[in-house]
């Protein structure tokens, strides 16, 4: 028989204590440099840093490549893009199943950023078209550790409540990166020849790789220490799991255990909880019903728990199925297929329109790249007023900005619907990964993973999609009809996403309206 969780003061320790004190052990500069926390999230940022510049780089100067030097068409571009993505989705579980099955972080992300290096110079000694659809495959296989293998090295060294700030400062390196390499592509490409900037980007995988190098093996930390192993006694008892049956105490639960280390144990304290909280609710049920509490609502709830709230196997089918989560995949498809598709056809239409260089066309994408530096402020205010609601707001201005691009003729003037453009689309992204862990905690899975795979799946998929559709549509109909066919399939399926929502809105409205005419009428 399983025991129930303890309420009283003799509490059962949820970690094994030790009063001994561990050897002071003199240890080099060099030793604890290679190992501190800080050197592994400095060069996770700078692989980061590195995939993104050379993902920017190639923006302005692959259109011009393959249409002035092999004589390709939009398509081919728009194909040429796709492969990114491809090689992204297709190297991403790879990456991520031998670094779990061996136990080892440095070696993939070596191998990743050699191979980078690898792909890169393959852009300036490709001679014709398959060349290059191989190249950009390797350059996004080798993301795919930097992407994988990286925030797990994160992970690894830093404990849970101090891992969302680290990411979020790192997640900053892949900002920077992204508004400097079209930049740095223009540059190069149009003032020191056409292998420049892929020999500059092959030089920065290669360092990369020497700081990868440089560090330690990770050591995976225990996620609670001695001094915190009696902060977590006293949340756990402090719950009164004995007195409530609620869902949400269970929930909590589950959440405390997740920063135990010692996953066995972890897994006892939770199958006790799950076992308690099911006696309990069987009891509560079974007692007279005195109030608003009845014995039906008490029994649904306990199997509620039992077969669905909390639930540590759940299918990446079962977690797509969910209607929120559909949603926010959905957004997420939408957004991200139009701004990757925009970047194959935006250099060429800037070059027959304004006969724009690389270097133009880098400095011009910036206002689109920049308010992705404002993702974290995004994110804040969408914890505060809700995360569907500032997506809303993000798919209005994103469907108006790309409506506005078809319209500008002058260079300055794609500055405000760029800008506009891209902090629509920052607004539609940011807020869903928190959205659909909401749906993971209150449902009560143990499925961050596969949720954020999913994620990860579905943009892949967009970053294939919308360049290919993007170039066949701009081969056969120009760039201003092409982004009002964009607009127009954006605003097909606001309705559709965001249903609530807009159902909210008008209830208040016409609420508000009926109120005007009482008002009016007295």
Not at 345 to 369: C, E, K, R, V, W
Request: hydrophobic letters at 45%; proline letters at 6%.
């Amino acid at each position: 028989m399983i025991a129930p969780v303890p309420t009283s003061d003799e509490r059962r320790p949820l970690l094994p204590s030790s009063s001994q004190e561990e050897p002071h052990i003199q240890r080099s500069l060099l030793y604890r440099a290679r190992r501190a926390p800080v050197t592994v999230a400095c060069v996770v940022a700078m692989a980061l840093f590195t995939d993104m510049v050379v993902y920017g780089v190639v923006v302005p100067i692959l259109p011009k490549i393959v249409k002035d030097r092999l004589g390709g068409s939009s398509s081919d571009i728009g194909l040429l893009f796709a492969c990114y993505a491809i090689g992204l989705l297709a190297s991403t579980p790879i990456f991520a199943i031998l670094s779990d099955k061996y136990q080892n972080r440095r070696i993939p992300m070596m191998v990743g950023m050699l191979g980078l290096a690898v792909a890169t110079v393959g852009f300036s000694l490709a001679s014709n078209y398959w060349v290059l659809i191989a190249a950009r495959i390797g350059q996004g296989s080798a993301g795919g550790a930097s992407w994988t293998i990286g925030l797990g090295m994160l992970a690894d060294v830093y404990p849970p409540d101090n891992l969302g700030v680290v990411m979020g400062a790192t997640m900053m390196a892949n900002a920077v990166g992204f508004m400097l390499g079209p930049i740095v592509g223009g540059y190069f490409y149009e003032y020191h020849g056409h292998m420049a900037p892929f020999i500059f980007c092959a030089g920065l995988a290669v360092l990369d790789f020497l700081c990868i190098l440089f560090i330690a093996e990770p050591e995976k930390k225990k996620n609670t220490t001695r001094s915190s192993t009696a902060d977590l006694d006293d949340q756990v008892d402090g719950l009164n799991i004995g007195d409530d049956p609620s869902t949400s105490t269970l929930v909590a639960t589950q959440r405390i255990v997740s920063e135990i280390s010692d996953r066995k144990h972890a897994q006892e304290i939770m199958n006790d909880a799950i076992h308690h909280h099911a006696k309990v609710a069987t009891e509560h049920s079974e007692a007279p019903s005195h109030g608003s509490t009845s014995g039906p609502s008490s029994s649904s709830s306990s199997s509620s728990v039992q077969d669905g709230d909390v639930n540590t196997d759940v299918s990446m089918f079962e977690i797509a199925s969910n209607w929120t989560i559909t949603r926010c995949l959905l957004a997420t498809f939408v957004a991200a297929s139009v701004f990757s598709g925009l970047e194959p056809i935006f250099p060429l239409y800037l070059q027959d329109l304004l006969n724009a260089g690389p270097t133009q066309t880098g400095l011009i994408l910036i206002a689109a790249i920049f308010p992705t530096l404002f993702a974290s402020g995004i994110g804040y205010y969408a914890d505060q007023v809700g995360h569907f609601n500032v997506s809303l707001v993000g798919m209005v201005l994103f469907t108006f900005a790309t409506f506005s691009l078809a319209v500008p003729s002058t260079f300055f003037a794609f500055v405000l619907p760029l800008a506009v453009f891209g902090l629509g689309s920052s607004m539609i992204l940011t807020p869903l990964l928190p959205a659909m862990a909401d749906v993971v905690n209150k449902k009560g899975w143990n499925c961050y993973a596969k949720t954020y795979a999913l994620y990860n799946m579905t943009y892949s998929l967009s970053m294939a999609v919308g360049p290919i559709l993007a170039g066949f549509i701009y081969g056969d109909f120009g760039f201003p009809l092409t982004m009002t066919m964009f607009g127009v399939m954006i605003a097909a399926a606001t309705p559709v996403i965001f249903s609530t929502q807009i159902a909210a809105v008008l209830t208040h409205w016409k609420g508000s309206r009926i109120r005007l005419d009482q008002s009016e009428s007295a």
